[in-house]
């Protein structure tokens, strides 16, 4: 018998969703302000259900959904970005009158991410995938007004299209070689795919898919366009939250099922992650869009979480999956900053109105802003791994481990591209300290300020206390290996 | 019986084709047209499984897959309009504003 207790979290946030939607129908454009704060709610709910289902185990729905701890802890990082977004998302739709769509969309996507943690076979799988993917290309394009906006849209939804339909041929081959889309059943049939031309199609067709969603180059294109041109909250939704969800599709596919191919994808793996943080961090440094660096930084991140699987010891998957819940805090944390910049420039018309999120429209904010560019530095030393931010303890985790497997070259690369990222982060605190302002004191607006102080309690809370962190990662690593 | 390589074969074609469409076209309707034969060709490869390992779950991804793809093109669609409202037309090669 299914108890549908298990999937409370869901059903709320599905609910949560449903309701804004049609009430939002029957409102006038000034009493629409409230359904932001009832999507925080929903969301909340949902994340108090995960916390307090933590350590439950069950298989559900004949064996399609499986509640775990990897899916336990991936959860509770889409419910935190969801909070993050749509608590900051209700200065930013203050008095539009979208709200409902706005809302909707987001809880919907966060449903889709929720489900792919969850999923135990490659149907739900692909559907929960494609059910996040097609509402944030409709949220990426939701400024219709903003031709760059517009132009995000039509980039993800083009190259994530194609994403899609590389994930779905590859799916196909894994399901006609094994016979089945359940994830443990294909697993226990797995060996009909080694030394099988059709496991090594699969193989490169999915890293193609999923390296889209997760950004990891040369499947990256989309991702700078994207996360500059949509509105700051639905970047930090596709950062933090759509990132992180290609990363745990690809830990079921690939670690649970996939496991005899291991040698395959973990060549292709390794000159990804080398690849793919290398290059992320070079080219940031040259960005003057904060938002477009900002997406070249989040590269950079997904090449780290990467390692997982190149080294994939126990303790580098745990590494792997606590960087993913660091990220989202950081990641989500940094885009709603640039957001409230971006407010702050849209609504004095002063400034760099073309590129909003422009680096000069940063100088001296730690007099127009405080709380904003205070929040900003912290979540740029975090993503950079100074101590005592998330961002350390998650590096510290994932290198020490790389270390341990005997892999001291990658944990060098690794090093050195953290490095390196200072010098763009470091640039961007000197604007916002260092330079002076042009403008006077303008503040944070509360629902930014709120949702950036959670993020910044967020990061500082794994970095200074990080043992139940850990502990959590490395009871979700358990469930992959 | 058509051998199953021969469907492969099929779907693997229609595939490239798509995929050599998506790169080439300017226009939003024919990439959204050449996404749809990439998305069908993985349909064909899982109903031509599901009838050779005689397993249904192929056949029900197939559907779902329909599904999908129809939702997909609705919002590519619903994209492409908007864009359209503002330019007067879907060239994508006009579209460059974000780049570095």
Known sequence: ?????????????????????????????????????LATFGVLAALGLTVASFGTEAVMFSGTVSIDALSQFFKLVFLVVALLVSVAAIKYNEDSEHIEEFYALVLFATFGMMFVASANDLIVLFCAFEL???????????????????????????????????????????????????????????????????????????IAGFGFKMALVPFHMWAPDTYQGSPSVVSALLAAGSKKMGFVAAFRVFIVALAALQPDWQLAFTILAVVTMTFGNVVAVSQTSVKRMLAYSSLAQAGYIAMAFVVMTPMALAGGILYALAHAFMKAGAFIAAGAVVWMVTSEKRGNLEVPDHLDNFKGLGTRMPIAAFAMMVFVFALAGIPPTAGFMAKFVLFSSTIQAGMIWLAVIAILNSALSLFYYARLVKYMYFLPPEGEKVGTPFPYALALLLAVAGVLVIGIWPEPFVQWAMEAASVLV | MIPLNFYLGLAALLFSIGLYGVMTHKSGIRLI???????????????????????????????????????????????????YRMHDRINLDELNLLRW
Request: charged letters at 5%; glycine letters at 8%.
């Open chain 1, 1 to 37: 018998m299914v108890d549908l207790m298990l999937l409370a979290p869901e059903i709320a946030i599905a609910v949560t969703g449903l309701f804004v939607l049609v009430t939002g129908i029957f409102m006038s454009p000034q009493a629409k302000n409230m359904l932001g704060y």
């Open chain 1, 132 to 206: 996040a993917s097609l509402a944030t290309y409709a949220l990426a394009g939701y400024e219709k007004q903003n031709p760059r906006s517009l132009e995000a849209a039509m980039k993800y939804f083009v190259i994530g299209s194609v994403s899609a339909a590389l994930m779905l041929f590859g799916l196909s081959f894994v399901y006609g070689a094994t016979g089945t889309t359940s994830i443990p059943l294909i697993a226990a049939n797995s060996g009909l795919l080694v030394d099988n031309p059709i496991g090594l199609v699969a193989v490169v067709l999915l």
């Open chain 2, 33 to 83: 047209m050449c996404i749809e034969l990439m998305l069908n060709s993985a349909n064909l490869n899982l109903v031509a499984f599901s009838s050779y390992t005689d397993t249904l779950n192929g056949q029900v991804f197939a559907l779902f897959s329909i599904a999908l793809a129809a939702a997909e093109a609705a919002i590519g669609f619903a994209i492409f309009m908007a864009i």
